[in-house]
C-alpha cells in the first residue's frame, strides 16, 4: 500500500508522538517507588468497601469507634506524620493503631491507642494488603469502621504526607 504525499507527514507525526509517550511510560514505570503496589489499580482508589462485608483484623480496639491501622516496616527515631498537628486531628476522629514487622515505636505515641508487632505479615494479609514491589513488609493502612467492618485499605508509602486523605476517608465512614 503507497501512502499519499499528504498523508506521511501525519503518520510521521503520529510515530513520534506515539514512541515519545513509550519512552516517557517506560522511564515512569523505572521510576516506581519499590513500596508501591504491583497493581497500581489497587493503590489509593479512594474507594470505600462495602459496608459490613470484610471482618477486620482483630487488633484488641473495641467497636464503637472507627479504627486507622497504619503498617510501616519500621518506626525506630522516625515520626508517625511529620506534623505532629496531622496526627492529633486524626486521633480525635478515630483510634490509631500503629503495626510495624519489628515491634518499633515512634518518636511520639500522642493519640496512639494500640502499637503491635506483625512479625510474620499475618495482619496485613488479614487486612487485606499485598505485598509492594519489592516484597518486603507492606507500608500503608487500612481503615476500620465503628462496627469493627474493614473499609479501606491500601499500600501507601506517604502515608505520613497525607493525613488530609485519611481523614476524608474517615469523615465518608458514616
Do not use: C
Request: proline share 7%; net charge negative.
Amino acid at each position: 500500500m503507497k501512502l499519499r504525499q499528504t498523508t506521511r507527514p501525519y503518520v510521521a507525526i503520529w510515530l513520534a508522538v506515539a514512541l515519545s509517550m513509550g519512552v516517557a511510560l517506560a522511564v515512569v514505570e523505572h521510576q516506581r517507588n519499590p513500596l508501591n503496589d504491583p497493581d497500581q489499580a489497587w493503590e489509593r482508589t479512594g474507594l470505600l468497601l462495602p459496608a459490613k462485608t470484610y471482618q477486620a483484623p482483630s487488633l484488641g480496639v473495641a467497636p464503637g469507634r472507627p479504627v486507622v491501622v497504619f503498617f510501616a516496616r519500621s518506626l525506630s527515631d522516625r515520626y508517625l506524620f511529620h506534623d505532629l498537628a496531622d496526627q492529633s486531628d486524626l486521633a480525635s476522629m478515630a483510634a490509631l493503631v500503629v503495626v510495624t514487622p519489628d515491634g518499633s515505636r515512634p518518636l511520639i505515641e500522642t493519640g496512639i491507642k494500640d502499637i503491635a508487632t506483625d512479625a510474620d505479615g499475618s495482619l496485613a494479609t488479614a487486612a487485606g494488603l499485598h505485598r509492594p514491589i519489592d516484597g518486603g513488609y507492606p507500608v500503608g493502612y487500612a481503615l476500620i469502621d465503628s462496627d469493627g467492618y474493614l473499609r479501606f485499605r491500601t499500600l501507601d508509602p506517604g502515608f505520613e504526607q497525607r493525613a488530609w486523605e485519611i481523614n476524608l476517608l474517615l469523615k465518608h465512614l458514616g
